[in-house]
């Protein structure tokens, strides 16, 4: 069991539903809870979109079946910083390593840019690295289950 497993605060684990099964892989939307429409960030978690996300399924999964989606905190921040912060020190590196180098303005930033253009790469590779290992884990649960999460989301929004 990693120590994705063993957490199990409301805030790190989300509920989704089976809406396809392709082989050995499953496709999970997202349950939105009620705090989704009050968090701050909900419009760059994709709560408009709703995609569906693709799982290796190793428990039998049907369609309708509701899931826990279990993701371990450390590896959240890492994918937060991986996605968000990591380009844009990699375009002011470049830039900064443009201007040190004594090339003009325009060039810096086309340099700058070109640091932008390898962080996504950099990005792309680790993500096609990751998503090889187990850091997002898929829990079957029952209907009491879901009704104490609904239960306790709830009762997080109220405070």
């Known amino acids: 069991m990693n120590q994705c497993e063993n957490e199990s605060t409301s805030s790190e684990n989300e509920l989704g539903k089976v809406v396809m099964t392709e082989g050995s892989y499953v496709f999970?939307?997202?349950?939105h809870l009620s705090g989704c429409k009050s968090c701050s960030m909900h419009g760059l978690c994709g709560a408009k979109e709703n995609p569906k996300l693709k799982f290796k399924d190793n428990q039998g999964l049907k369609v309708g079946d509701?899931?826990?989606i279990k993701m371990n905190p450390n590896f959240r921040?890492?994918?937060?910083?991986?996605?968000?912060?990591?380009p844009i020190?990699?375009?002011?590196?470049?830039?900064?390593?443009?201007?040190?180098?004594?090339?003009?303005?325009?060039?810096?930033?086309?340099?700058?840019?070109?640091?932008?253009?390898?962080?996504?790469?950099?990005?792309?590779?680790?993500?096609?690295?990751?998503?090889?290992?187990?850091?997002?884990?898929?829990?079957?649960?029952?209907?009491?289950e879901i009704s104490r999460n609904m239960r306790d989301s709830h009762e997080d929004t109220s405070e």
């Open 89 to 144: 020190i990699m375009l002011f590196i470049f830039l900064l390593f443009g201007l040190y180098i004594g090339l003009p303005e325009k060039k810096a930033i086309i340099l700058g840019f070109l640091g932008l253009l390898i962080s996504a790469i950099i990005i792309w590779f680790i993500d096609k690295y990751v998503s090889k290992g187990n850091r997002i884990t898929l829990t079957k649960i029952d209907e009491t």
């Open 77 to 86: 921040i890492f994918t937060s910083f991986l996605v968000f912060i990591f």
């Open 28 to 31: 999970i939307e997202r349950l």
């Open 66 to 68: 509701i899931v826990e």
